[in-house]
């Protein structure tokens, strides 16, 4: 029996099995064994098929990844917010190849990546789904583009999750630690999720024979299950809905309720909107970096992530930062006091000013 048919097989098995506390082990058992089985098929693919083809170099401060069935403007939209020259048409399958752009927004420099258009059964290979998804990965994050006439949002949706990847989630709220010795220990932060024989059997069936696991969440079988799996992909996401232009009132203020965001990639409605949405959901923060006596310089500001400290934004600079360091001073959102001098822990905020004192080597 070859690894689709058994994981049609258990997935019927688990369709049957009714859904209770007394099934509870059962379907934790089902749903853990197709999960290893998909793990399995997909790395015999890796083994086995070619990947290459869309590998894309990284530039800029960070990625994102445009992901849609065929034909929902995905290349409309890249053109209208980068600086690439991607190939359009009203039919499907414009994209054969990754087509990548640059946008400066606010000082960050986005790569944005036009991945070929996703069709279904893309996570287990079709139209080549699984190199279009192994981009994505890669990415830091995704925008869902909707076809109002052909939503497919849920399909769309369910190919990106078959293929490890959690949008708009962070990682369970769990820390397992092996041992030599001692069992399955188990604490639990929460009241309620799962039972601890069933958490003990999980955790049996993914190899572990002694550990700790502390658990800071209510999780249900499934989201425990991916906290044991080394191959999940945690990336935030935008849903939008392209085309809004040939949409009627009433509809669109449905779109406008349901999703992030409504949008036309061919007026330009709501593209600088969309750009904001994207900057924010990255979590990035601008930080002006400033020279003793002299202006900040708000024309390139250093780009971090959000909750980044002084000494991180010094790993972004040039030069032995932090073998020279003395202290520095911060302006801005997260300073008490204008000039507040501060050490390397110190975390910045959006639009901080930042001076280093640094030592003479």
Do not use: C, W
């Amino acid at each position: 029996m070859g690894i689709e048919d058994k994981i049609q097989s258990v997935e019927e098995k688990l369709e049957k099995t009714p859904i209770n506390k007394a099934t509870e082990k059962e379907r934790a058992r089902l749903k853990s064994r197709i999960a290893e089985l998909k793990e399995q098929k997909q790395k015999k693919a890796k083994g086995t098929g070619d990947t290459s083809g869309y590998a894309v170099e990284k530039h800029g401060d960070v990625t994102a990844a445009l992901v849609g069935f065929p034909s929902v403007g995905k290349s409309t939209l890249l053109n209208e917010i980068t600086n690439a020259d991607s190939d359009t048409g009203a039919y499907e399958f414009t994209t054969l190849d990754v087509n990548p752009g640059m946008m400066d927004h606010k000082g960050a420099k986005i790569q944005v990546l036009d991945v070929p258009g996703l069709i279904g059964g893309a996570a287990d290979g079709r139209g080549g789904g699984k190199q279009v998804l192994s981009v994505v990965r890669n990415a830091e994050i995704v925008l869902i583009v909707l076809d109002p006439e052909e939503m497919r949002e849920d399909e769309i949706k369910q190919e990106v999750d078959n293929a490890g990847i959690r949008i708009n989630t962070d990682l369970p709220n769990m820390k397992i630690e092996k041992k030599d010795r001692g069992g399955i220990k188990i604490s639990k932060t929460v009241d309620g999720g799962l039972e601890e024989d069933t958490i003990r059997d999980l955790m049996r069936q993914h190899g572990y024979a002694n550990a700790d696991v502390v658990i800071r969440e209510e999780m249900d079988i499934d989201r425990f299950i991916d906290g044991l799996m080394d191959n999940r992909k945690y990336i935030p996401a935008i849903t939008a809905v392209n085309k809004i232009d040939t949409v009627e009132a009433e509809r669109r203020k449905e779109f406008e309720e349901k999703y992030d965001l409504v949008f036309s990639a061919e007026t330009g409605e709501n593209l600088d909107k969309l750009k904001d949405l994207m900057f924010d959901r990255l979590e990035l923060i601008r930080v002006y970096m400033k020279e003793k006596g002299e202006d900040a310089d708000k024309d390139e500001p250093l780009i971090l992530r959000k909750g980044a400290t002084v000494e991180e934004a010094m790993n972004e600079l040039p030069g032995e930062m932090k073998r020279r360091f003395k202290d520095a001073r911060v302006s801005g959102p997260s300073s008490k006091f204008p000039n507040q001098r501060v050490g390397m822990e110190h975390e910045l905020m959006d639009e901080d000013v930042l001076e280093l004192n640094l030592k003479h080597l």
